[in-house]
């Protein structure tokens, strides 16, 4: 199989490092794959900031939802959507000039994720474990004192790094969704709630009574749980704030 491909095929996510620094050539060959992934316009529309204060680790690692490995981990990206800095120098040259809006904030945060997801393939080229934050996305108010993001910087994602431990390599990597669940053909389809729960229990290899308990246990967990509820708060001040 293609390298590449099989990188993407076996990559997952990883939260028990070794404690060991990555190397600064690894870390810049990382930024530097982030640097060239595709951008709205070729016009970067995100900032990286690389976390290297350990107090600012720890604080991370409480700010979201308690997470000790991040403090651990060798190295720590956030990526933020970032229109500022276009925006500056627009007002620089030019008369008239609109104010960012939330098409803007969406196209910063995809051109952001998809530096961070370059990143994450390049990391597991070198061997270099990795897993996404989304709790970068709750107390948003936070998070801005926390990183000093201005006006039209917003965090979109954070990714830790660090080479795995040994259980963490052995460990099997959690089965994805079949393709036929996920990809359509020229229009949505939708699938109806029992179809769905077919294609998780077959995945999850439950009996009907089992699969009810994890699913309730799941959406107890994921959906209806107090960090669920603090990222939409949250994002919802972070676009306000934006829009404003």
Not at 16 to 29: G, L, N, Q, S, V
Not at 70 to 95: G, N, S, T
């Amino acid at each position: 199989m293609n390298q590449t491909i099989q990188e993407l095929y076996e990559r997952k996510s990883v939260r028990a490092y070794e404690e060991r620094p990555i190397e600064p050539e690894k870390k810049e060959m990382v930024i530097q794959a982030a640097i060239q992934a595709p951008s709205a316009g070729n016009m970067t529309l995100y900032s990286i900031i690389d976390v290297t204060d350990q107090k600012l680790k720890d604080t991370l690692a409480v700010t979201c939802d308690n997470q000790p490995f991040i403090a651990k981990a060798p190295m720590v990206l956030v990526f933020c959507a970032d229109y500022r800095k276009w925006y500056d120098l627009f007002l620089q040259h030019e008369e008239e000039v609109r104010k960012p809006g939330m098409g803007d904030f969406m196209l910063a945060s995809c051109d952001a994720l998809i530096a961070a997801q370059n990143a994450v393939v390049a990391a597991s080229a070198l061997g270099i474990g990795s897993c996404y934050i989304g709790d970068i996305l709750e107390r948003y108010e936070t998070h801005r004192e926390l990183l000093h993001l201005p006006k039209y910087v917003v965090p979109a994602a954070m990714v830790v790094f660090g080479y795995p431990t040994k259980q963490q390599q052995e460990r099997e990597k959690p089965v994805r969704l079949p393709e036929a669940a996920v990809v359509s053909e020229n229009t949505y389809r939708q699938m109806n709630a029992a179809e769905y729960a077919s294609v998780l229990s077959d995945r999850q290899g439950k009996t009907e009574e089992e699969f009810d308990r994890w699913l309730r246990a799941f959406c107890k967990r994921k959906w209806n749980s107090d960090f669920s509820a603090e990222m939409s708060r949250s994002v919802e001040v972070m676009m306000k704030a934006w829009a404003e």
